[in-house]
């Protein structure tokens, strides 16, 4: 079992940035793939990112490319999301996602079997 635990979230101007956190526990994430969705009021959840098992391949959603950069320290059990140039449609629950498996497809939501509690995100001015 691992547990995830969501934190940066908060209430940003547009343009500004943003850094979440996501703190596991109860194994290591080494051999998962790790990944960041969000959910809006009225929507399904979808894919913002992901980082392979090994960190060397990253994955973007095509909205936030260029503006968003996901990294993990497996040394610390941690994934970051430093979301930079916020803008409205950003605004959402975002949550931190593993993976059971090294090979799983980073993008659908539906190979992650762990999942934190979110943290929200608001984009307003």
């Known amino acids: 079992q691992v547990q995830l635990v969501e934190s940066g979230g908060g209430l940003v101007q547009p343009g500004d940035s943003l850094r979440l956190s996501c703190a596991a526990s109860?194994?290591?994430?080494?051999?998962?793939?790790m990944a960041w969705f969000r959910q809006a009021p009225g929507k399904e959840r979808e894919f913002v990112a992901a980082?392979?098992?090994?960190?060397?391949?990253?994955y973007y959603t095509d909205s936030v490319k260029g503006r968003c950069t996901i990294s993990r320290d497996n040394s610390k059990n941690t994934v970051t999301l430093l979301m930079n140039s916020l803008k409205p449609e950003d605004t959402a629950v975002y949550y931190c996602?593993?993976?059971?498996?090294?090979?799983?497809?980073?993008?659908?939501?539906?190979?992650?079997?762990?999942w934190g509690q979110g943290t929200q995100v608001t984009v307003s001015s």
């Open positions: 980082n392979s098992a090994s960190g060397g391949s990253t």
């Open positions: 109860g194994r290591a994430i080494s051999n998962s793939v």
């Open positions: 996602a593993a993976s059971a498996s090294p090979y799983s497809d980073p993008r659908s939501r539906f190979e992650y079997g762990y």
